[in-house]
């Protein structure tokens, strides 16, 4: 009874826009004062610093600071460039560059509304121009968005990564080809979209443009590989890799752009602190509350009743996906993995089910959970950056939102997507 | 006076934002560097890993009050900026009093704890520096944050204002 007034609770703070820490944090101590009263006020302290303190948690702050430090300036532009100049004169080609632009971008930044609100300036005026409905190329920009949380660096990922003790080095290579089989997924809609529309085609740049463009965003296209070829190479970890990511930003942006001044630079630094601390105070508050859900037995609570009605791997996962398709229409990314997983994952795992595949399962539906209305933010990001009403951006979006979650059924059943390249890179 | 005060604090705040993100951002890619260029000095810097995490502990509890007062923390704001003004001033008034009594809270556990981890001399295990300097930032940043609570809750700042223009961002 107390544990339903508790839920209950909790969605009065949620709906009513109490800040998220806020809405995690006060059930967490009035259930930490009611049913472990005997718990001494330590734990909850020890919890809050313990949330955060850990190394590879400061992958996150290095991936956003370079990611601050890279996406200041001119990159979204050039690597737009880039991909024009490969793909932007074949059939849909703008939409295929839209596509392709957010998955380069996000190999560079981990968050999809970052994406949206540096690509979608880029992208829109240009795809309404060669013809493409106002409505397809809003919910194109927002979707396409989503791989940022998938393609490495994932902040999402790193998170389940330290929540569950998975490997992130195997989480990225799965969310590399989740990320790719999705991106390839919304280039075939787009296809089918121009060959059925009347979007005018561009000419075939030259050799001496292509290169042109290239040269320009060469130096951006140098983070992933660092970021990847430094961790799958074995040289580094994770968060070793952020750190280099931040030093090697920090040299384009000084000695190649020459656009990175001192107080630049501390602006800089300042966003990216704040960035992080609103992530992290969500961790910090978050691992109070799993700390609390697991003291409880929730998990085991979930297994018994699933073994009783006799659930195994495959209904179980079909549990997961309506679970979380429900929460991401409500609750942010990292409070739905700070809540969800610690909850989730044990049964997962106790099913067979690998902590992987699990992982880009849950990042998949986290990458739905910011395109769906009626709280999906990214959503809101399109709508205030391309000064667009939020019901067109969300009347563009719902073939989208039918797209992806064909693609999560055949990741939920076809695991293999997910684990070829951890098996390939990692062994 | 009081804007005075409010300004040195938020200056305080935004120089050791900076200066930590930029010391755990230099020194972690310092330690890198160290490690695979020359690895046999790695042991004089073992020191690093853990200042670094003390310095993103800071970070993250040290900006609670700042990011609240600049509308940055995370809420789903849709319902609420939905219903008529008159209540909404009601709601913003419970959010600022709820929050206050929590970070108050917090300050006040973290304080004790603080109080407790330095009388027992403890240190940490590289940096071999008081543990207590860590979780001093838990008095200190809920404190903080409590105070922004605080200013909101009599109209001295106006941070739904700043949520709303900055809707969006933040996750």
Known sequence: MITLLLGILAAFLLAFGFEMFLVLGIPSLIAKEIFFANLPDVVVVQKLVGGVNHTTLLAIPFFIFAAEIMARGSIARHLTDLVKAMIGHRLGGMGHTTVASCMAFGSISGSAPATVAALGRIVYPELGRLGYRDRFSLGLIVASAETALLIPPSITLIIYGWVTGTSIGALFAGGLAVGIVLGVTFMIYVHWISARSAIVRTPRPSWAERMAAFRAAGWALGLPVIILGGIYGGVVTATEAAAASVLYALLVECFVYREMGMRRLAAVAEESAITTGVVFILLAVGSLLSYLITLARVPDEILALLRSADVGPILFLLIVNVVFFVAGMFVDPNSQLLVLVPTLFPVAVALGIDPVHFGLIVCLNICIGMITPPFGLDLFVASSTLGKPILTVVAGVWPFVAINLAVLMLITYVPDISLVLPRLFMG | ?171
């Open chain 2, 1 to 171: 006076m009081l804007s005075r005060v409010l300004g040195g604090i938020r200056a305080a705040e935004r120089v050791v934002l900076v200066a930590l993100m930029l010391a755990m951002s230099g020194l972690y890619g310092f330690n890198v560097a160290i490690r695979n260029l020359a690895s046999h000095y790695a042991a004089t810097f073992a020191w690093i890993d853990e200042a670094t995490r003390f310095m993103m502990v800071w970070v993250v509890f040290l900006c609670l009050g700042l990011a609240l007062e600049r509308g940055r923390q995370i809420a789903m704001t849709t319902v609420f900026t939905r219903i008529r003004e008159r209540s909404r001033i009601w709601l913003q008034r419970l959010i600022n009093l709820a929050g206050f009594v929590f970070a108050l809270w917090l300050a006040r556990l973290g304080y004790h704890y603080t109080v407790f981890i330095a009388d027992t001399g403890q240190t940490s295990p590289t940096l071999e520096v008081p543990i207590a300097m860590v979780y001093v930032v838990i008095p200190l940043g809920f404190g903080l944050l409590a105070l922004r609570y605080l200013l909101d809750l009599f109209g001295i700042t106006a941070r739904f204002a700043a949520a709303a223009r900055h809707e969006g961002h933040g996750a």
